[in-house]
């Protein structure tokens, strides 16, 4: 059972400010930006459409690792703008890739009120829900609803209603799916953030991320989306290995990390001097 334990893994940038809107039926406060760039296919979610040959889907991945959240949001408003436009006739793909920008959004907004990052976090698993009516068999929108449930969980009592939930869909993803490397990476995660008594615990999160990183080093980095989560890989080991004292093991593979994006801002600037 997972018990809602850490702190969101991304910090804000500096001045950012937190605004409203609700989400589609009760859009959230963020700024609606209309990003003409973002163009998305029908299927397969974010598009390789370009805006000064940059791909959308390399600027919304640049965004997470910057801390960007005034790009996210952008991002965020053209794929609601998108599912509107479509309303039930929207496609799983733009509803992942919602549900996705909301639980990166709310990673970043970790010192706002909570009731923001719970707007958003319900939203993502609404979208996510939704997916799964139309595709069962969708691991990654299992994977990813199981990272958003947990995300969710406050305290004791909100592990024992939440908790189950996002274990059952971790483990429907990892039996739909058991060599997708973001899979295996969000049940470390949620691994790390249970208890050992509630089958969790840090050899259990080791040994999944570690598998991981191994299936990670199989897909091919140019896969096309969702493809996120290599260097998280590394960076959520990192966590697992200090907890555990392995410092200097820790330390090596935030490094590797920032070899891979140097200007990560959450394992530069925070994880990696903590471990001093």
């Excluded at 947990?150 to 990892?174: C, D, Q, T, W, Y």
């Excluded at 999160?205 to 493809?227: H, M, V, Y």
């Amino acid at each position: 059972m997972l018990t809602g334990r850490g702190s969101s893994p991304y910090p804000p940038r500096e001045g950012a400010t937190i605004e409203t809107e609700l989400p589609i039926a009760a859009r959230p406060r963020l700024r609606r930006v209309v990003c003409a760039f973002a163009l998305l296919i029908h299927f397969g979610g974010f598009s390789e459409a370009t805006r000064s040959g940059e791909p959308v889907v390399s600027r919304t991945e640049r965004a997470v690792v910057t801390g960007d959240l005034e790009a996210l949001r952008a991002l965020r408003s053209t794929v609601l703008d998108r599912l509107e436009s479509m309303k039930s006739r929207a496609p799983a793909g733009d509803r992942y890739d919602l549900a996705y920008l909301d639980w990166r959004i709310s990673q970043l907004l970790r010192d706002a009120p909570k009731k923001q990052r719970k707007t958003l976090l319900k939203e993502a698993q609404r979208q996510l829900d939704l997916v799964l009516d139309q595709d069962p068999g969708h691991a990654e929108a299992h994977a990813l609803r199981g990272s958003v449930i947990g995300e969710r969980i406050e305290g004791m009592f909100g592990g024992i209603l939440l908790g189950r939930k996002a274990s059952s869909s971790l483990k429907r993803a990892n039996a739909l799916d058991p060599t997708n490397p973001r899979v295996a990476l969000q049940r470390g995660i949620g691994f790390y953030f249970t208890p050992k008594s509630f089958g969790g615990g840090l050899n259990k999160a080791e040994q999944e991320l570690r598998r991981a990183l191994d299936l990670f080093r199989k897909e091919k980095p140019d896969k096309t989306w969702p493809n996120w989560g290599r260097v998280d890989a590394l960076a959520w080991l990192g966590q697992v290995l200090a907890d555990a004292g392995r410092v200097s093991e820790a330390r090596k593979l935030y490094r590797e990390a920032l070899t891979l994006e140097p200007d990560h801002v959450w394992i530069r600037d925070e994880l990696l001097p903590a471990l001093k």
